[in-house]
């Protein structure tokens, strides 16, 4: 018998993440992002966020490998449209339906470990 190699897959050095501040919900909804290779790559991508000088409800996180927010910029809704490619209602609805998906499963772990500790 063989033994294959399993190839580990680089991880990223850097991430850059799109969120939006929701007014409506008071959450912090998650619009999108992308991890880089290497050092290079995450300081181009980086450098092609154009910053927006007016109010704002969309910034840019720039995440170190541990995902920890190490620097950010407030951006326009339409530089969230052309770095991730939909238009931002389809943006703002898939990240809001995410975040209820991902609070809903925070919200059953908890149950399950009242119910748990209840027993």
């Known amino acids: 018998m063989s033994m294959r190699r399993i190839k580990k ?8 993440q799109l969120v939006f501040f929701d007014d409506a919900t008071g959450e912090v909804v998650t619009l999108g992002g992308a991890g880089f290779l290497s050092v290079e790559e995450d300081a181009a991508a980086w450098s092609n966020v154009k910053a927006f000088d007016g109010e704002s ?13 190490y620097d950010e910029r407030r951006v326009s809704a339409q530089t969230c449209e052309a ?8 943006l703002i609805a898939e990240g809001r339906a995410a975040l209820a998906a991902e609070l809903q499963g925070y919200q059953r772990t908890a149950m399950r470990l009242v119910v748990d500790n209840a027993k």
């Open 83 to 90: 770095l991730t490619g939909k238009p931002i209602a389809t």
């Open 57 to 69: 409800s969309f910034q840019a996180d720039r995440l170190d490998a541990n995902r920890d927010i």
């Open 9 to 16: 897959q680089p991880e990223p050095v850097g991430f850059i």
